[in-house]
Every structure is written in structure tokens, then in C-alpha cells.
């Protein structure tokens, strides 16, 4: 089982309307619901792949209540020739922690002409002393039975920046591998703590380490505590430097579409490999597969099954030199 | 009692933030959801008034039982200071027939800096033939016990386009008097159906009638079948064509702020001088000061009471003779 934590859930919420020009008023054509949240999004490709996931974090209020009914339900948008689905997959396990703060909302705005988005993301409920002590007890239950937590996207209010460092020791202090996913000082923080594995983007890395060279960056990143740093380039693919070596995987050509998600992709693909002892080039290749077929897919957050498959075996994934 | 129907009932969902800019990424600073639908609007109005009022029409979904929730609840914004509350005054009375269908939201950007609004409305739910006849059982049930009713707002998918002036008939043929506030074809089979009243805006009228003058179109309006003819000029004020007289009235000074709303105060200043049998010009003052008393108020969709009151003996009527 692959456990992951998303502390601060959200009800994706799409809508398809004409060009979105403001102060005027539209009308939306289209409502797409789905649990989300970047731990939530990690699960639900693992689960694709045929992983046993649990998903663990906060949900609260009317919001929190549709989150998990969709989550139970399995109810993401999907083509209905079913092409996307497989039969007898597994499903995230809800081990999500109800809180009495209402779960946000984010909003995609989704011109129906272009597909440029604009988002709306409300605020994440404040949370409490007792329920992140509650959570901490619940995280402490799960993770003995993890092969690998990923720890994923923003932290709600309330909530202490050091959290995900801590959340990092209790994981290797059970001898179980944690990635983590995040941004800003809870990065920088974590980081500190030695994970096993971080998975910046370029904006990310530049904003922790001060370099916008990505290999610099990775490398400073690694000297702060990170054991690997799977670092993620957009079109360019990744940039993988571990213990084992530096890597590069890029997909044939750059994809165009919606890049919403393409991220969590790559966390479940480098989360699966590693579960299932791949070497890394395989691991990464499975990653920059799997979030070009997300950049690809015409349902936000879904990857398209067929074009992963097409895609896996033509990823260039080229080893260099230790610096 | 004074019977308000909304078929297409909205939970009115505000969120502030910095400039929308299309195609990027907007964190939402506050959120404030509040039951909507113009119906509950003149509801909510005439409650703050004194009188006692049924709301009926449809909810269902998660976002039905929101909208019914804070409609129990009294919930709508207001400052910290009471100054728009009434102690023990009424509260709609919740009539809504729970339908299969989703109630729809309606989501309101709010430039912090300008004010300035950004609307986007879901499409409503479906609703069915069974559920419209269980609504008209309803409805035939609580019209005899009403001293006016108000048919207000747009008519969701599935309804047929002329419900409301089914709607009409069984009001009038019960002998209570009806208002009806609509727009484009369910307003033309409306008016047909005789009306005691209508409250078209500038545009509602001249697309009704193809006149942009709003004494003509109000004139053609009443040869069209409806009694009297509210017409609402925004910042111009009203102009009243009746049996009894034509009516101009206008606030001291046109009125700077948010308008969402004041067309629904104007029906509630109407309705609630008809119950309590005021005299026009006496109706006309109250729902001028009404609608600019919303349109002033910091809270989109509330009047401010001391403005109310201070506008109140201020407001111009001036008679005009028979064309």
C-alpha cells in the first residue's frame, strides 16, 4: 500500500463557459466535480497503475462531505467508452480525517474556444491543535503499513510550517521511503529533514535554492538534505539527481493541453517504481509517460491510457556524467 | 402572508479577490454563500419589512440542502453590528420541493480594489413533469392562503415556457393578486395571462415590446394583458403605468454601489404597499428607497435600513396625466 497525505483537500471544480471577460456575466455551459488535491491526484494514478493506495489528510463541512462521496464513488469524468478505466481496479482507500472547517473549492474556468483556464482557489479551512494532534495519531497508525508516503501540496492554516518535516522524521523513523511535494518554506523545511525523495518544479527549485539551473539547483538541493531530487521541467521532462547517478527523460516531442496534474502523474510514476524496485531510468521513464499523457488528456488531471502506453517506450532518458 | 416563487432557486456564492486577470491564477480572499433566486430575494426584503412570507419552488443536491440550510438559519451577511437586523422579525417560511436534480450556484468575483463583478451562473437542474405537477398540487395548496404572490426569476430546464402564466391563471382564478418578474418569452406568455403587475427592467420591456422608450413600452405592455406595469429605470428610479394613474418616482440622487438586488427590493417595496393597501405614490417611495437603500448597501443583495429610512421621505413621485 502507498499512503498519501493531502492536508489540504479540495473540490475541483471545472466550468466551461465562452471566453471569461471580466465584469460581465457568463454562462457555464458545463460543471465538472472531482476530489482534489495534489495527494488526492497521486492516488488516483496509482490506483490506474494497480497500486493499493490509502489517502489520508483533512476533509470538513457540506464540501468535505462531496468530496468524500465522489472519492467513494470513484467518480472522475471519463470518456464513456470506458477507455480510460480498468475493471477491478483498486480505489483509494478514505482514511481522510473529518475536521469542523469547511473544505475548499477551486475553480477552473475553462474557455470552451481555447482551453485557457482561470483559476479561482479559495482559501483552505483553518485547523486546529487537536485535530492535526488527531491526524499525527492516524499518520502514526498508517505509515508501518505503507511501502511509501507521499506527502503532498500546500499546508491549510493552522497549520505549522514545520509540519511536513516532522511528518518526514515519524516516515524514516518507521524505515518507510517519503516523497514530498510542496512549495515555499514548508519545502525549504522538509528538505532539511531528509526525505527520501522531492519532487520540485522550476519555479520551486529556483525559489529555494536562488538558481534558475535547474542542475545546480537539484544538486544544492540534495547538499540540503534531499536524498534525490526528481526535479520536474515541464515539456523539457525531468531532471532525476540520486544517489545512483543523474538523469534526464524527456518525452519525444513537447505535448500540448492542459498541464493540470501532470505533476501528480509524475509522483505516482516515480512512486510506483520505486515500490516496485524498478532501476531509475525506468522509473522515469513511467513519470515523463505518464504526465505527457496527463498534458494530453481532454479531461483535466486524467492521463490518457492509450497514449501512456504509446509514449512509454519512446521516452529518451539520457544518464550524465557526476558533475 | 405574501407567497414568493422561485423555480430556479441559486446558492449565491461571492468570493473577493485581487483583479481578475483571464487565463491566470486567483487566490479568493473571502467567501460568502447566501440561499438566492430572486423569489427568496424579495422574501428576505419584505421579512426585514415586518411581513410574514412562504418561499416555494424547487432545491435539491448537496447545494439544495446549503440553500436550505442558511435559509433556516436567517444566514445571510451582515455586519458585525446588527444595524440590519431586526429582533423576532419574520423569517421566510421554507415551502421548496426537494427535486432529483442539482439546485444551481452562482459565483460572484469581486474585485477587492473596484468592486467590480465577474458573474458566472451554472445552468439549472432538469426539472421533470412529475415534479412540476407535485409543484403546481403545492402551489394551488399555499395560494389560498396568500394575500399576494410573487413569481420571480428565470425558468429552469425542463419547465415549459409558459408556466408562468399557468401559474397566473390559478392565482387569479383563487383571487389573489400576482406579480410576475421575469424576462423574454416566459414574460411575453406571462403578461398575456393577465398580471395584476409586472416589473420589467429597461431591457426586459423593450425586448418585450421592441420600444426603447420605457412610457411607450410600459403603455403597450398593459394593452399586452398585464394591469400594471412596474417598470424599473436603475438609477432613474421607477415608472408606474396602472389603472390608476401613471407614476414617476426617483431617488434625490442617482446611487453609487452594487445594484444586484435592487430590481428584487422594488418587488418587495411594491408587494408590501399592495398587502398593507398604501396609496401608488406611498408604494412607489417605498420601493425607490428600497432599491437605492440596496444598491448602497456594502453587502450585495441587502438594503441598508438607515439609508432606507433616510431615503424614504426624499424619493420624487410625480403624477403624469393620460397620455
Redesign the interface.
Known amino acids: 500500500m502507498i499512503l498519501t497525505v493531502t492536508l489540504n483537500t479540495a473540490l475541483d471544480i471545472t466550468?466551461r463557459?465562452a471566453?471569461?471577460?471580466?465584469?460581465?456575466?457568463?454562462?457555464?455551459?458545463e460543471?465538472v466535480e472531482r476530489p482534489g488535491g495534489k495527494g488526492l491526484n497521486v492516488a488516483r494514478v496509482l490506483s490506474a497503475l494497480g497500486h493499493e493506495t490509502v489517502v489520508t489528510g483533512f476533509a470538513g463541512g457540506?464540501t468535505g462531505?462531496?468530496l468524500r462521496e465522489l472519492l467513494g464513488a470513484g467518480a472522475t469524468a471519463r470518456p464513456a467508452d470506458g477507455r480510460h478505466g480498468r475493471r477491478g481496479r483498486p480505489r483509494p482507500v478514505d482514511a481522510l480525517l473529518p475536521i469542523s472547517g469547511s473544505t475548499r473549492r477551486t475553480?477552473a474556468?475553462v474557455?470552451t474556444a481555447t482551453g485557457?483556464?482561470?483559476?479561482?482557489?479559495?482559501?483552505g479551512p483553518t485547523v486546529s491543535a487537536a485535530e492535526w494532534t488527531a491526524f499525527l495519531s492516524c499518520y502514526d497508525r498508517l505509515v508501518p503499513g505503507a511501502e511509501a508516503v507521499a506527502l503532498c501540496g500546500s499546508l491549510p492554516p493552522g497549520i505549522h510550517v514545520g509540519a511536513y518535516a516532522e511528518l518526514i522524521r515519524r516516515a524514516r523513523a518507521a524505515g518507510v521511503p517519503v516523497l514530498l511535494d510542496t512549495s515555499g518554506e514548508p519545502l525549504r523545511r522538509g528538505v532539511a529533514a531528509r526525505p527520501d525523495l522531492v519532487k520540485p518544479n522550476a519555479d520551486e527549485l529556483a525559489l529555494l535554492t536562488g538558481s534558475r539551473d535547474p542542475l545546480r539547483a537539484a544538486h544544492d538541493t540534495r547538499r540540503r538534505g534531499a536524498h534525490a531530487v526528481i526535479a520536474s521541467l515541464g515539456p523539457d521532462g525531468i531532471l532525476a539527481a540520486t544517489p545512483d547517478g543523474l538523469w534526464r527523460a524527456a518525452p519525444p516531442a513537447p505535448a500540448r493541453g492542459n498541464p493540470t496534474g501532470a505533476g501528480d502523474s509524475a509522483v505516482a510514476g516515480i512512486l510506483s517504481g520505486l515500490v516496485e524496485r524498478l532501476p531509475w531510468p525506468t522509473r522515469l521513464s513511467r513519470a515523463v509517460a505518464l504526465s505527457t499523457a496527463t498534458v494530453l488528456s481532454p479531461v483535466a488531471g486524467e492521463f490518457d491510457a492509450t497514449a501512456y502506453e504509446e509514449l512509454l517506450p519512446r521516452i529518451r532518458v539520457t544518464e550524465h556524467p557526476a558533475p
Open positions: 466550468y463557459t471566453a471569461l471577460i471580466p465584469h460581465t456575466t457568463h454562462r457555464v455551459t460543471v457540506r462531505d462531496v475553480i474556468v474557455d485557457d483556464t482561470t483559476q479561482l482557489n479559495e482559501p
